[in-house]
Each structure stands twice: as C-alpha cells, then as structure tokens.
T-cell receptor
Framework: KQEVTQIPAALSVPEGENLVLNCSFTDSAIYNLQWFRQDPGKGLTSLLLIQSSQREQTSGRLNASLDKSSGRSTLYIAASQPGDSATYLCAARKSNAGNNRKLIWGLGTSLAVNP | DGGITQSPKYLFRKEGQNVTLSCEQNLNHDAMYWYRQDPGQGLRLIYYSQIVNDFQKGDIAEGYSVSREKKESFPLTVTSAQKNPTAFYLC?????????????FGPGTRLTVT
C-alpha cells in the first residue's frame, strides 16, 4: 500500500534562502507525482506535476525532482519570499487505470518565510 | 476565466439536517472529485466521477451522496448519517483518457455542524 510522507512538518526560514521540501513514497511504482500549494483556509493550487519518466520539472523559482528508485521527490524553492509562506502538499498517483488513478496524499509541510 | 467554483464558502447547519455543497467547473473536464480535509490528516477522497451519470465511492463515502447529471456540476450532499461532518470540503476536476490526470481544485467550503 502506497504511503506518502513529508518531512519536516513545519519549516521557518529567513527571506532569500533557497530551500528544499521533501516527499517520500513507499511504492516506487508510481505514474506521476503532483506538488500543490495551499494557503490558510483556501483551496489547493497545482504547482508542478512530474511524470514517472521525468526527472524534474521547473516553473519559475520552483523545481521539482523525482527519484523513483529511492522513493523521493523534492521541491526546491529558490530565493524564498514571504509570499511563499503556505502549506506544500505532495501526492502520488499509482497508475492511469481505474481506482489506481487516485492520489495518495502526504500531510504537507507548513512553510513560513520571515522578512 | 476557466476554473472551479464552490459555494458557499462557509456553511452552518444543525445536527440532523442534510446539506448540499455546490461544485461547478468550466474547464470541460470529464472527471470530478470530492475530498474532505481535517486538521492533522491528509486529504481523503469521498466520491469521484469520471463521466456524466456515473460515480464511484472513494475511501470515506459513508454518510455522503453525490449526483453527476451535468458535466459541469458535481454536488455533494452531507447527510445526517455522517457522524462527524464538520470539515473543509474540496472539489477538484481533471481530464481523463490518456494524460497526466492533473487535478485542479476549487476554493473549498467550510462546513460547521452544531
């Protein structure tokens, strides 16, 4: 059974730091993995999606990598800003067929970027 | 603007009453999903639908019901049988067929039952 873990649960950094958020999954047989951002009391915003055949995806200051063999994905945020403060969630999808299309969710990392 | 709307943002109900949460999308997505989010727990899938007039139970369907009469709409009813209905409810949608199935989310509805 796939399990997704995000460590640390919370992170506080000064503005301008480059930082890495971690996401681990127990079953390396994944179809893709998606990173989301959630602001307090709001819905989720999709940040990046990495297919199993890809090693990384980039969007602006964000870079997500995927290492299936080690069961890890990382979200790298360059030059962090106070506006990056939010909870970051990762979710893994086992396959593109039937019930296995469901996302398996981590609990998230709550990030605070201090000015 | 294309997107997913959920209404209302906040909803208050008395115990024993059924309540329906609205979810509408204009992204032309075939699949729609309902999740529940509670503090300290990951998102949990309630119901999902991959096509009009068809839907499947997720991991925690007991006490909930859905309908999918139109592609754009996937309302969720929280019935009086749901033992702990107070939560934040999120609706999402995605393309089906070949592809990534990337999910897009609405702003959520916070339901409080007293």
């Amino acid at each position: 059974k796939q399990e997704v873990t995000q460590i640390p649960a919370a992170l506080s950094v000064p503005e301008g730091e480059n930082l890495v958020l971690n996401c681990s999954f127990t079953d390396s047989a994944i179809y893709n993995l998606q990173w989301f951002r959630q602001d307090p009391g709001k819905g989720l915003t999709s940040l990046l999606l990495i297919q199993s055949s890809q090693r990384e995806q980039t969007s602006g200051r964000l870079n997500a990598s995927l290492d299936k063999s080690s069961g890890r994905s990382t979200l790298y945020i360059a030059a962090s800003q106070p506006g990056d403060s939010a909870t970051y969630l990762c979710a893994a999808r086992k396959s593109n067929a039937g019930n296995n299309r469901k996302l398996i969710w981590g609990l998230g990392t709550s990030l605070a970027v201090n000015p | 603007d294309g997107g997913i709307t959920q209404s209302p943002k906040y909803l208050f109900r008395k115990e024993g009453q059924n309540v329906t949460l609205s979810c509408e999308q204009n992204l032309n997505h075939d699949a729609m999903y309902w999740y529940r989010q509670d503090p300290g727990q990951g998102l949990r899938l309630i119901y999902y639908s991959q096509i009009v007039n068809d839907f499947q139970k997720g991991d925690i369907a007991e006490g909930y019901s859905v309908s999918r009469e139109k592609k754009e709409s996937f309302p969720l009813t929280v019935t009086s049988a749901q033992k702990n209905p107070t939560a934040f409810y999120l609706c999402a949608s995605s393309i089906t067929g070949t592809g990534s199935y990337e999910q897009y989310f609405g702003p959520g509805t916070r339901l409080t039952v007293t």
